[in-house]
């Protein structure tokens, strides 16, 4: 905006139209009694401007490095941070309520420094950290699903969680505007365009700009997206409503390439001037037919602009300020400074090469002039003042600790930690309710105990509760027999019987142990070789054996709500082994000898060649009959999920992906169609049973040591079965403490 305003006033100057010459009369930058004098050499260009009553200079600091170093002065002279940090990103640093983002060079970290000399750490995570810009900044952090962008406020926590992203792509920018006519722009990097925002971070106007400035008297100059790369410049008002379109010609990406178009004055007047700034048509924002105008004013009453870092213009086109003899003036800050910098007459007549800020006054506030060049006596040197320097203070996050469903249960751990903090979470059940369950956010790490977290930044800890259902017993001992038909690749069925047995007595005898209720197997021979269509590819095979270990009966239940019967069940292991597959030629049918040894190798490489279905807490509706009658059918699998209640068997919450180099292979659990309309009948023809996988299962190629010692492994598993639900049984989880701070492990070891 100033770069136009100084091209049209520097035209207008030379046009010789309403702009009054710098005469001897203007002032130049010059000292007062109150003005603060460092023996410092500051180059011209290092000073940045002032905000928040302080700035920043680029300093050399060969203790540290040979790079240039960022340090930290308060416009009256006094130095918060010596030059020990360096610029993070791609804006300089620059202060705003009372903050500053900047790199520490020995950490390798983004941190917040606080103008009381506090410090605040981002984590290691985190990519991108724009400055602050009034009140806020934006983070762009690495995450498991791509780069999380999220807003901050100045003490570091999370705000406006509405405008949070997550899976954002490597071309998300970390980008704050300011606050403009109450609006705010703002990116939306999901979608790489822009919108903006009001005072309290809602989104008044839609991302669905290419391209904005900041808004100026109600309107903002915006590049809306055309179909293809280029797009079309628009002024819109304050609703997001296009009021006019500058008449130029060519194509125009990016809204900085736009400055050929100026912002609409008070007056509702705005320029279109040729690529190089010489000539200029002037519009009204209500008409598209050229008007004659003369005025030069384009800014705010009470704002100032600088023309070729030489002299200085109000809003009405005079001129208050030139620079100092053979120096420069920059720009006047929303604080009313400038930075200057060339030779001043100081009270005895002499001449000082000085630089540093003035008001537009010309009253020198901040004067740095090299040591030795002055006789006169001058204030203290303020580089010889005490720097503030407290402890550095790490970043505390906050860490919830919610119990779900909340009546389910009181939990603790709740407050502020720090990061490498290990967090223990304690409460206890509610009457009548079971802890089955503890998940924390990504932020928060797991250890080998199931109540301890590492602190990786803020996060919520859920402790899942289910409550206590009493299963009702069998009334019937005896066998069902039914069968399940498996499809083959030639377009066959298999017919696998189902068998359950189940006593009201408790009393059935099996690997998981001499008193149960029974169990349900699905009777299938392990040692067969199982032959289906490879499901990617369509003329694929898949050669292959299963073994399905039955599940324990644990009673019988009925739904006091929807009345349903179901059959309770724990289990639901299933293991693929001996995996083979071929891959046929489309044309002849033949084996694909090369693709097929390809294809074999890849399952080997990446140990895909046997895959397992994890087993779980199950339940299968009695669709018609009861376990009683002579018959029964089964209906819907259900299965537990410690979040979600009961859900259909292979739903997307239970699905583990594994990914390999060449093969990705994804499980669930048993389909809730997998037992679905199986009529159960009276029998006493028992079919076998295996408990465990045989020789041929694995090929043939296990030797008999090895498979003794699986078998041995698998009965363990049987005899101690305990669900995914029933993990947390046993825990010692009614062990809290009340004292949070007795809570929290200080160590950076979670093991330790």
Known sequence: MKRILSTMLTAVTLFGAFVVSAAQENKTPYVTDETVIIKKNVHFSSLQPVSDGKFTLNEYNQAIGYGSYWSSWTIDGYRLYGPEWEQYGKDKPMWDSGVLVVKDPKVK????????????????TCTQVSQFVDGIAMVIEQSEDGNLSYYIDNTGEKILPHLEESGVGYRSSAVVRPIKCGLRAYLCNKTSMWGYLDESGQVV???????????????ALVITKNGDSAGYLAFIDKSGKEVCKPKYEGSVYTISSADFVSDINAGGNYYVSDRY????????????????YSSPVFLPDGSYVTVNRKTVYDASGNVVLVAPEDGYIGDFCDEGYAP???????KGGDMVEMSGYCRPSGEIVL?????????????????????????REKAKYDVKVVAYPQNGGVVYGTGKYHIGDTIRVTGTPAENYTLVGINQTKLLKKTKQFNKFVVNGAGVVTCYFVEDVKHEEPAVTGGYLGSLPIPQYDGSVVNVPIWLEISKDKDVKSPYGDNTYGYLAVAYDPSKIHHVRNQGSDDGEVFLNY??????VTGLYKDPYTRKNYLMLDGG??????????????KTGKVDSFKTGLANLMLLFDGFNDIKITPGKYRVEILYGNIGDESFTFGQLERLSVEHGWLPGAHEIFTQRKKGLFVRAKTAGLHSGFLNDRKMSFSDKKPQIWWYPTMEFYG???DKETLEKIVKNLGETYRDFVSDVDSFKDANFSDFVMDLENNVFKCNDPEK
């Open 547 to 552: 073994f399905m270990a039955p599940m324990l």
């Open 700 to 702: 043939g190629k296990t």
């Open 205 to 219: 106007i839609e991302p669905k700009f290419h391209d904005v400035r900041d808004f100026v008297n109600g309107y």
């Open 367 to 391: 004067a740095f002039c090299k040591p030795g060049m002055i006789v006169i006596p001058i204030k203290e040197d303020t580089l010889s003042r005490t720097i503030i320097k407290l402890p």
């Open 109 to 124: 970290l983004p941190v917040i420094l606080y103008d009381d000399c506090k410090i605040r750490e981002f984590r290691k």
């Open 573 to 586: 292991e299933v293991v693929a082994g001996n995996i083979i597959v071929k891959e046929n030629n489309a």
């Open 277 to 292: 700034g010489e000539s200029r048509k002037f519009y009204n924002v209500k008409s598209e037919v050229e008007i004659n």
């Open 340 to 346: 200057f910098a060339g030779r001043v007459a100081l």
